[in-house]
C-alpha cells in the first residue's frame, strides 16, 4: 500500500506497511526501515533477557522479537524483507 502525506509535493510517495501482511511479496524495506526494525529490536531484547518479566510478556515479546529477526536475516540474505 502507498500512501500520500499531505505537504509532499505531487508524485512522491512513502510505503506504509500498517496494512500490509508480514509475508506480501510487495513489501520492500528500505535501509530506514532497517534501522527501524533494529531499533525495535534494540528495545525488546532487554525486555525478553530479563529474568523478572512475566512469562506471558516474555512470550509475547520473544515472538515478536523472532519475527523482527527473520525480516533482518531475510533482507541480509536475499534483500527480500518478507517474513516467513
Given at each position: 500500500?502507498?500512501?500520500?502525506?499531505?505537504?509532499?509535493?505531487?508524485g512522491?510517495?512513502?510505503?506504509?506497511?500498517?496494512?500490509?501482511?508480514?509475508?506480501?511479496?510487495?513489501?520492500?524495506?528500505?535501509?530506514r526501515?532497517?534501522?527501524?526494525?533494529?531499533?525495535?529490536?534494540?528495545?525488546?531484547?532487554?525486555?525478553?533477557?530479563?529474568?523478572?518479566?512475566?512469562?506471558?510478556?516474555?512470550?509475547?515479546?520473544?515472538?515478536?522479537?523472532?519475527?523482527?529477526?527473520?525480516?533482518?536475516?531475510?533482507?541480509?540474505?536475499?534483500?527480500?524483507?518478507?517474513?516467513?
Amino acid at each position: 500500500m502507498i500512501s500520500y502525506l499531505s505537504g509532499m509535493r505531487s508524485g512522491e510517495a512513502l510505503s506504509d506497511l500498517d496494512d500490509c501482511r508480514p509475508n506480501c511479496v510487495n513489501i520492500a524495506r528500505t535501509d530506514r526501515d532497517i534501522e527501524q526494525v533494529h531499533a525495535q529490536i534494540a528495545q525488546l531484547r532487554p525486555i525478553v533477557d530479563d529474568p523478572l518479566a512475566p512469562a506471558f510478556r516474555h512470550t509475547r515479546e520473544q515472538h515478536e522479537l523472532d519475527r523482527l529477526e527473520r525480516i533482518i536475516t531475510a533482507h541480509a540474505n536475499t534483500g527480500e524483507p518478507h517474513d516467513d
